[in-house]
């Protein structure tokens, strides 16, 4: 606990918390003020987002202990530091955030794959960390994605104020039985499919989807809904996080059952 005591100055943080190579500081965004609320809000925690230390690393992962990873946040210097591909998706950003607000760099199930479900990323060592999932219960169906209700609402968000504007895709898969379901979803045995977006406007389209990293994900309580938010930077090209203006048609899926599609002018 000693080390609980010390005051991170530069010379202390390079010993507790030494920063990968090539790691440079930033400035969070004014999105992640919103991205913190959303976290505050999912976990019942508050915390200061001012009192974080930002870095970048370029590319999509680099080796921190030995593992490849994508971020991490060190409770001693209240650092976080985000591989560059990470800094613009939120359930990335959000996960780390999620560590800040629980004081701790465990990953408990209640959190990451409970309440904060819909909005963190939780694979790798954050799924190990949760422990097993169990089925909670004996008393359930197995049935295919088309006995679940999916609905996807899509959003042109209010400009932050650094000009940037966000379009937000709200999936919700309800189990309208009073009856737990397990999902048999596509895909990948091991790794099945969860939620997917689809967007098509004036210049292509785009479309991704999740995997199942933890089965919890494929069972649901009696009228239990889950949730996922996939959300998208309005920017000069089309990729897997980025729109251009334009007119939309934009839906959401679960275990590929798609949602009615919505039509949304996303304007810059
Ligand atoms: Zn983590």
Sequence with gaps: MWVAFIVCGLAACSLID??????????PPPVYARWWA???????????????????VPGWDFIRGGQSVGGYWNRYSNRIVLAE??????????????????????????QFLGACAALVTCHGVCVRDAGLWQLPQEDYVVLPPDSLDVASRSELL???SDGQRWVALEVTVWNSRGRAVLVAAPG?????????YKLAGPFGGISGEQIATDSSTLFFQPFETKRWVFEFLIASDLSEH?????????GGAYARRWAVFDTLAVSP
């Design 188 to 196: 990948d045995p091991v790794t099945p499919s969860t939620f997917g």
């Design 85 to 110: 591909a990470g800094i613009e998706h939120g359930p990335t950003v959000r996960h780390e955030m999620l560590h800040v607000l629980l004081r701790s760099d465990g990953h408990p199930r209640s």
């Design 242 to 250: 980025h729109i251009t203006p334009g007119d939309y048609a934009i």
């Design 38 to 56: 959303m976290t505050e809000a999912c976990s019942g925690r508050s915390g200061n987002l001012g009192a974080v230390d930002w870095y970048r």
């Design 18 to 27: 030494p920063l990968p190579q090539e790691a440079e500081p930033f400035a």
């Design 158 to 160: 209010a400009p932050e």
